[in-house]
């Protein structure tokens, strides 16, 4: 595969010849897609805690006593039902890292390289200068054209 490479100037400056068997693959989506996954999940830090009943800085007292205190039978207000008690099956630090194999890994570069040279090479002109952003009229005002806000 045979590429047109341009200045900066964008003016020509010859071919680059590419090899079909890194650059001419089709791309597979489904690939390229596990990878970007494999990579968002490998980069997310995990670092979200919460604390336990066994983590709170609260006394471990019994709330009241077992039988004829008029209170139902609690054993501690780390507990989660009450309020400062510590979260029951929070979150706690891990890795979300998945596995992917390295062939899959290198296969998915591959496609990827495939699908930036089939863009560059269809590309028909490149702009000089980048697009000016779109520009609306601002819609008019509905709050004056009610009247008085009450």
């Given amino acids: 595969m045979d590429i047109q490479v341009t200045s900066l100037d964008g003016k020509d400056a010859g071919t680059l010849s590419l090899k079909d068997e890194i650059f001419g693959l089709e791309p597979r989506p489904d690939i390229l897609h596990r990878m970007v996954r494999y990579q968002g999940l490998k980069a997310m830090a995990g670092t979200h805690d919460t604390k336990g009943r066994a983590e709170i800085a609260y006394t471990g007292h019994k709330v009241g006593k077992q039988k004829g205190g008029g209170v139902a039978r609690h054993g501690s207000r780390r507990a989660p039902q009450f309020r400062g008690g510590g979260r029951a099956f929070g979150p706690t630090p891990r890795s979300h890292a998945i596995d992917l194999p390295k062939k899959v890994r290198a296969l998915a570069l591959k496609h990827a390289l ?18 000016s952003p779109i520009r609306r009229p601002c819609a008019p005002s509905s709050a004056s054209s009610n009247g008085p806000m009450r």
């Fill in 114 to 131: 495939s699908a930036k040279a089939t863009r560059a090479s269809s590309r028909s002109s490149i702009r000089s200068r980048p697009r």
